[in-house]
Nanobody, 123 residues
Framework: QVQLVESGGGLVQAGGSLRLSCTASGFTLDDYTIGWFRQAPGKEREGIAC????????YVTDSVKGRFTISRDNAKNTAYLQMNSLKPEDTAVYYCTAEAELSCLIRWPVDYWGQGIQVTVSS
């Protein structure tokens, strides 16, 4: 059974940092392109980061550029989202996603989704 499980969320003050983890089970993560999405209350879901399985190329959306970094450790079957200089507007439920044989340049992965994890940034 394919499963993605996020961890590392919580409450942090503005300017602080969190690292989200996304651990895969039921499949080998290095065959998959990984994405991170978020959804804030009353807002549409937003794709924020993507890392390709083919060449490891990474992309982040403009709203988090310079603050968030996506990475992966295939040996641990885990992907990460390092979030620095957090702002109250980063408050959202964060989801990791995975899709096989996909380039981030075409679109971001949507086949498999984690259950989501809450990140709350206080001002």
């Amino acid at each position: 059974q394919v499963q993605l499980v996020e961890s590392g969320g919580g409450l942090v003050q503005a300017g602080g940092s969190l690292r989200l983890s996304c651990t895969a089970s039921g499949f080998t993560l290095d065959d998959y392109t990984i994405g991170w999405f978020r959804q804030a209350p009353g807002k549409e879901r937003e794709g924020i980061a993507c890392i390709s399985n083919s060449d490891g190329s990474r992309y982040v959306t403009d709203s988090v550029k310079g603050r968030f970094t996506i990475s992966r450790d295939n040996a641990k079957n885990t992907a990460y989202l390092q979030m620095n200089s957090l702002k109250p507007e980063d408050t959202a439920v964060y989801y990791c996603t995975a899709e096989a044989e996909l380039s981030c340049l075409i679109r971001w992965p949507v086949d498999y989704w984690g259950q989501g994890i809450q990140v709350t940034v206080s001002s």
